[in-house]
């Protein structure tokens, strides 16, 4: 296992259009966090799991989106009837829960609503 | 949410310069981490800071977590091109469960 991977790198899609990203996450890892990155900016949280649960979802997290990590492994973002606004960068990071809690990103995927 | 101030939002040097970046806030961090992200890809861990007043070197940077653990610093000594990148802090949020980010600050070193 060489870390967190994010499938796909890179999605163009046209506004209205439905996208679901994946992350699977560094094997032993308990912990999983989606955030979104746009220019300039440092990455927002979005929400997050510890196994499969779901614990935390930020107010940026409109109805449109939603997130399953269904066995507390790989997890899905999906995001409905895309706007060009929700073009970023979607980060995946995961973490083993402790004290330090330190994240471990993927390389991500770049959303582009046309 | 826990704000996180970066400053400077942008630094241009030249090869064999020294900087130091900061990272402050109002709010106690149980610990602190640095990141450095290049562009188009996903932020890489530099370092976990934790008690107050932690000096941490890694290489040519060093970090330092302020006594109160409310503020960081991130010392880079001689500067090379490879330094180049967006360098982030993150600490725990209210909740306990995710990190939130600073704006970062975005370095450019030029030969």
């Not at chain 1, 995001?79 to 973490?95: F, K, V, W």
């Not at chain 2, 040097?13 to 640095?34: D, H, R």
Request: proline share 4%; aromatic share 10%; net charge neutral.
């Amino acid at each position: 296992d060489t870390g967190v991977s994010q499938d796909p790198r890179h999605k163009i899609t046209k506004r209205g259009q439905n996208v679901t990203f994946r992350c699977d996450p560094i094997s032993e890892h308990n912990r999983l966090y989606w955030y979104r990155q746009t220019l300039g900016q440092g990455p927002e949280f979005l929400t997050y799991f510890q196994n499969e649960a779901q614990l935390e979802k930020s107010r940026l997290l409109s109805d449109r989106f939603s997130a399953e990590r269904p066995k507390g492994s790989f997890s899905t973002l999906e995001i409905q009837r895309t706007e060009q606004g929700d073009s970023a960068m979607y980060l995946c990071a995961s973490s083993l829960a402790s004290t330090t809690d330190e994240a471990f990103f993927g390389q991500g995927t770049r959303l582009t609503v046309v | 949410t826990q704000l996180l101030e970066q400053s400077p939002q942008f630094l241009s040097i030249q090869e064999g310069e020294n900087l130091t970046v900061y990272c402050n806030s109002s709010s106690v961090f149980s610990s602190l981490q640095w990141y450095r992200q290049e562009p188009g890809e996903g932020p890489v861990l530099l370092v976990t800071v934790v008690t107050g007043g932690e000096v941490k070197k890694l290489k040519r940077l060093t970090f330092q977590f302020g006594d109160a653990r409310k503020d960081s610093s991130l010392h880079i000594t001689a500067a090379q091109p490879g330094d180049t990148g967006l360098y982030l802090c993150a600490g725990d949020s209210n909740s306990g469960y995710a990190l939130n980010f600073g704006k970062g600050t975005s370095l450019l070193v030029t030969p």
